[in-house]
């Protein structure tokens, strides 16, 4: 029924890209049978490489081959080679950064002999299609969500308080907080141009919280929808902003994505003679590879590449004698978090912009055209009551930050009643999707 009802779920949206979830699925399932057979590693390497063949090469047509090739096309033009580019109007198929991460995690363990090969096709079917967390995550490990998926589980009462509790949570950030901050950051990027300084300024910091609310609360719904099952999905953050470094910083947001890098793309590239100088070109290049899941445009490359190389620069201080790290509590606990999340604000910009072009312009605004003037923050913009709501839904979110992991309260009633009432009385009716599911 679960398996039903997951491909029922993701048919809604466009029927026919439920045959690519379906091919993704049956051929790791066949090479999982295949490499499960073989004891010698080496042999199992080509059904490997299938599957990674596979996965990448669906992954690479819908989501980058439009990227490179308008960009060989510009290449050559360069060099006065005339060529006409293969272009694709196609639409991206929802969750294929997710479900094609997860499948290929399950091939690379089963390669290196740290799980056996699932023989139920049915049980690997519903792994990879999943509906809480198929469209956005988290992303799942086979270890993790098989077994689960094959117990014949009785949500407790534990689990249906917990579930209730944290898919209110989920729409409370996106419903109250996510889309009324949104109001603002698209106004200003809608036209960087006709924008000032400051107006860019606090937009970053809106999008910041945007992008926190909008994706965790997605994360919030998932595992609380599962929970009501008895299935408990890993978390994907914790508290990201409030961090001593970049690192500490990624090692927080998106948790799922970054352990899946960090197990099959850094933890390799780094090998067993780890040095200061490979390591920060590692970093670099990871970050560079995570901004690109995100999506086939330059902005994002550099968002990644950006984070790399400021955590590499940070690191090389925090760690090289030369560089003393500062021992003053105060700047420990106040001043180094309050100054990443200002960097953080800043780097964002990369991420939310369309081009390169609106990069420059944006940065261009920020340095040559700022002020403090509340009236420039406000310039054009329809309704300072709006403006005041946004700050009060920021506000609003503070508190959540601080609920306890299982979301345990004196009163789980009047928690409830307080959620629902402020998603009814401020909440946002604008239908706007979630933003990773353009991922």
């Given at each position: 029924m679960l398996l039903a009802g997951s491909y029922y779920f993701y048919m809604s949206w466009k029927p026919e890209y439920a045959a690519l979830l379906l091919l993704s699925t049956a051929i790791d399932f066949w090479c999982g049978l295949k490499m499960g057979r073989i004891k010698e590693k080496?042999?199992?390497?080509?059904?490997?490489?299938?599957?990674l063949i596979g996965n990448l090469g669906m992954l690479f047509f819908f989501k980058y081959f439009n990227f490179f090739s308008l960009n060989i096309n510009d290449g050559l033009g360069m060099l006065g080679v005339d060529y006409t580019p293969a272009f694709y109007s196609i639409i991206l198929p929802l969750g294929?950064?997710?479900?094609?991460?997860q499948t290929m995690s399950y091939s690379i363990d089963l390669y290196n002999g740290n799980i056996k090969p699932e023989t139920h096709f049915g049980y690997f079917a519903l792994y990879v299609s999943f509906?809480?967390?198929?469209?956005a995550g988290p992303i799942e490990r086979s270890?993790?969500?098989?077994?689960?998926l094959k117990k014949n589980v009785t949500p407790k009462m534990e689990d249906i308080r917990y579930g209730l509790n944290k898919i209110a949570l989920g729409f409370f950030k996106k419903l109250v907080v996510a889309d009324s901050v949104s109001v603002f950051v698209d106004f200003v990027f809608v036209d960087l141009s006709v924008s000032n300084g400051a107006q860019v300024s606090m937009a970053l910091f809106f999008f910041a919280i945007q992008s926190f609310a909008d994706f965790s609360g997605y994360t919030d719904i998932a595992m609380g929808s599962a929970r009501l099952m008895g299935i408990k999905l890993i978390d994907n953050f914790n508290r990201p902003y409030w961090v001593r470094n970049f690192r500490d910083f990624w090692s927080r947001w998106h948790m799922s994505l970054t352990q899946w890098i960090f197990i099959y793309l850094q933890t390799p590239l780094l090998g067993k003679r780890r040095s200061q100088f490979r390591a920060f070109w590692v970093n670099?290049?990871?970050?560079?590879?995570?901004?690109?899941?995100?999506?086939?445009?330059?902005?994002?490359?550099?968002?990644?590449?950006s984070h790399g190389l400021v955590m590499g620069v940070q690191l090389y201080i925090e760690y090289d004698p030369r560089f003393p790290v500062v021992k003053n509590q105060l700047y420990q606990r106040l001043f180094r978090p309050l100054w990443n999340a200002t960097l953080m604000c800043l780097l964002v910009l990369m991420y939310r912009s369309q081009n390169v072009d609106d990069i420059i312009v944006g940065y261009t605004k920020i340095f040559t055209d700022f002020s403090f003037s509340f009236s420039d923050i406000l310039?054009?913009?329809?309704?300072?009551?709006a403006f005041y709501s946004m700050a009060g839904a920021t506000m609003l979110l503070i508190p959540t930050i601080f609920f306890n992991r299982e979301l345990k309260f004196?009163?789980?009633?009047?928690?409830?009643?307080?959620?629902?009432?402020?998603?009814?009385?401020?909440?946002?009716?604008?239908?706007?999707?979630?933003?990773?599911?353009?991922?």
């Open positions: 080496k042999k199992r390497k080509p059904f490997l490489a299938i599957s294929i950064s997710f479900y094609t991460f509906f809480p967390q198929l469209i270890s993790h969500l098989i077994p689960q670099i290049l990871v970050l560079g590879t995570i901004g690109f899941w995100h999506g086939a445009t330059w902005p994002f490359i550099l968002f990644g590449v310039s054009g913009f329809n309704s300072s009551t004196k009163s789980n009633l009047l928690y409830l009643i307080v959620v629902f009432g402020l998603i009814m009385l401020i909440g946002q009716d604008a239908r706007q999707q979630f933003l990773y599911f353009q991922f």
